[in-house]
Structures are given as structure tokens and as C-alpha cells.
């Protein structure tokens, strides 16, 4: 198995040797791998392919599956991960709880989407400062806490698609959607997100 974005924007990397205990190839995986050879195949013994996984890359698009090619980015919060230069759309895979500052540095300008996956997300202050950001996707069931500031400076954005506790409480409908004993934790938004 190669995990999400394991080499996402290794742009300098020119070959891969994919043995046959390789069967899964995680999203985004090799997203923005511009030097790989356009000859490049990959294995039979690979049965499933993440949805970017080979995302601004060089090689023959032909003999992968549509969403292999798709130009999304996944992001993985590991030690020392920083997204790559020139994303676009963005999606914050499941295991990451805190998006932070250094998260998505200046050279991350041009992101235009992002959609959190997470269950439970926190976004700290000055973790986005992109101009171009137009929409953002929160899981219906997401709980979410957003630093003041953590959007600063996001002036395209025109869409969010809020978690459902979000619109009970704006709707006046918190109380009857849920239970006194068994009510979600609220939203935390700053009110200069």
C-alpha cells in the first residue's frame, strides 16, 4: 500500500518501481510527480487507485480510471507536510483534527475548494489566506471549532456548506432536531473567522 499523498509534489521524481505486494495506491499518492516518464504503467497487481493519484503528473493517462487523474489534492497532516505549491481543490482526509498557519503556506495561493472530511475539525488562526477560495464543504455531521482569523483574507469566498447543527441553531430548530441528553457539541465559529 502507498498511503495518501506519500509523494504528492515530489516534482523532481522520474521513476517508480511498483512491486506486485502493491495493490492499493492511495489518493493522491503521486499528485504533481511532473517527471515521470509518459511510458509509465502501472502494475496489474494494483487494485485500487485513491482519487488523485496521479493528478498533474506526465505520464500516459489512458490506461487509469477517471478519478486517478482528478486534480484534487488530499491532505494528511503528517509531521512536516506542507500541501504542495499549486493546489487547487483540497480535501482534508478524515484523520486530520487542526488545520494550522503553517499548514497551507503562501506558496498554497491558488486553492479555490476545500472540503473537510474530518468528524471533528479545528482551524486555527491564519490557516487560510487565499483570495481565490470560492467554497468550502463541512461533513453534515462535522464538529467544528474556527479561530478568529482563520479564514482572513478569504474575499472569494461565496459558498460554505455548513454542518446541519450549524442551520438548526441559525433556524431556531436546535431543540427539536435534538434530544436534552443526547445533544451534539455546538459549533465554535468566531464571529471574525
Known sequence: HIHTSAFAGCGDLHSIVLTP??????????????????DF??????????????????????????????????????????????????????????????????????????????????????AFNVLTLKEIIFQETCNLSIEKRAFYNCKGLSEIKWPKIVHWIVDGKFGEQTL?????????IHENA
Open 21 to 38: 505486494i502493491v495493490t492499493t495506491l492511495g489518493p493522491s499518492c503521486f499528485w504533481g510527480c511532473e517527471k515521470l516518464p509518459a
Open 41 to 126: 504503467m502501472v502494475s496489474t497487481a494494483v487494485k485500487e487507485m485513491g482519487i488523485g493519484a496521479f493528478a498533474r503528473c506526465g505520464i500516459d493517462l489512458i490506461m487509469l480510471p477517471p478519478h486517478a487523474i482528478r486534480d484534487i489534492y488530499t491532505f494528511v497532516d503528517g509531521e512536516g507536510e506542507l500541501a504542495p505549491d499549486g493546489v487547487v481543490n483540497v480535501e482534508v482526509d478524515e484523520s486530520v483534527e487542526y488545520i494550522i498557519r503553517s499548514d497551507f503556506g503562501y506558496a498554497c495561493d491558488k486553492i479555490t475548494h476545500l472540503n473537510f472530511l474530518s468528524k471533528s475539525i479545528t482551524i486555527e488562526t491564519g
Open 180 to 188: 436534552p441528553g443526547n445533544r451534539p457539541p455546538l459549533p465554535i
